[in-house]
């Protein structure tokens, strides 16, 4: 088994910055791609930002500029750098990650960390 633990969420005011954090444990699993998601109530989720094994990293134009994804391997953890936070920022913020088993993908998840941006 395969989890990803979220922490970082939080309270933060517009303007202001927050990262987050996903660390995988239990078996070891060489993930081919690491990303958040998030979901604002009552919207569909949505893909933030992700980062290939080779480190390439694209991300959803509302937060191009602003928020940075990156990943330490030796720890198995990967990070959202959010800066210039703005209220429709808030959302839970889910991480993800696949691994390639031969022909097949599995997916693991977080349990979603809140993020909520306001004054």
């Known amino acids: 088994q395969v989890q990803l633990v979220e922490s970082g969420g939080g309270l933060v005011q517009p303007g202001g910055s927050q990262r987050l954090s996903c660390a995988a444990s239990?078996?070891?699993?060489?993930?081919?791609?690491m990303a958040w998601y998030r979901q604002a109530p009552g919207k569909q989720r949505e893909l933030v930002a992700f980062?290939?094994?080779?480190?390439?990293?694209n991300y959803a134009d509302p937060v191009k500029g602003r928020f940075t994804i990156s990943r330490d391997n030796a720890k198995n953890t990967w990070y959202l750098q959010m800066d210039s936070l703005r209220p429709e920022d808030t959302a839970v913020y889910y991480c993800?990650?696949?691994?390639?088993?031969?022909?097949?993908?599995?997916?693991?998840w977080g349990q979603g960390t809140q993020v909520t941006v306001s004054s």
């Open positions: 980062i290939t094994n080779s480190g390439n990293t």
């Open positions: 239990g078996r070891s699993v060489s993930f081919a791609t």
């Open positions: 993800n990650a696949n691994s390639l088993v031969g022909l097949r993908i599995d997916t693991y």
